[in-house]
């Protein structure tokens, strides 16, 4: 089983032999999303299996790791662990033996293998991060949040604001109701 640090592949000789052709890799991915609301914490590792198929490469993908999101109630950043499995089949773009142009749909583009015989997994992993992710992360169970008038972290202790506050907007209500009484 080769080793691989990136998230590119060459599938050139695998897309050469008959239906059945396996690949085996045990990956270390140290990459750089460019998501505001997703920091990868450690790199993925984990193992991605190459199949020749009839049309293409069927990739299956066990990846680990943590990526770093903000609580959604406090914002400070939380460690989230992350656990993937992916199963994708890449279509080439070129014949690799003919060196001619293949009619694929290009519907999803992520998951075409480019006229290099290049096989990259970068945006399939992107996009299983993201769903990865829980939505609405918490530092702790019992997380207080920010004051919503003067933005101070309640987890730090309280702040001055007057929480009787209303919004002006339902005063014609509040006189309504104090009319009906």
Known sequence: ???????EFNVAQL?????????SFEMEIPMDFEEEELNQSDPLTGTVNMLRTN??????AALDGTV???CSRCLTDVVCPVSLEIVEEFQPTVDV???TFVAVDEED???LINEHHILDIAEVVRQALLLEVPLQA???EECAGLC???GQDLNVGPCDCSRETTDPRWDALAALLKEAE
């Not at 897309?15 to 690949?23: F, I, M």
């Not at 049309?55 to 299956?60: A, S, W």
């Open 55 to 60: 049309r293409g490469v069927l990739l299956e």
């Open 97 to 99: 033996v003919r060196g």
């Open 15 to 23: 897309l050469k032999e008959p239906v059945g052709g396996r690949r």
């Open 109 to 111: 583009a992520a998951l």
């Open 138 to 140: 918490l530092c702790r």
């Open 148 to 150: 919503p008038i003067c």
């Open 68 to 70: 770093t999101v903000q």
């Open 1 to 7: 089983m080769k080793t691989s640090h990136g998230t």
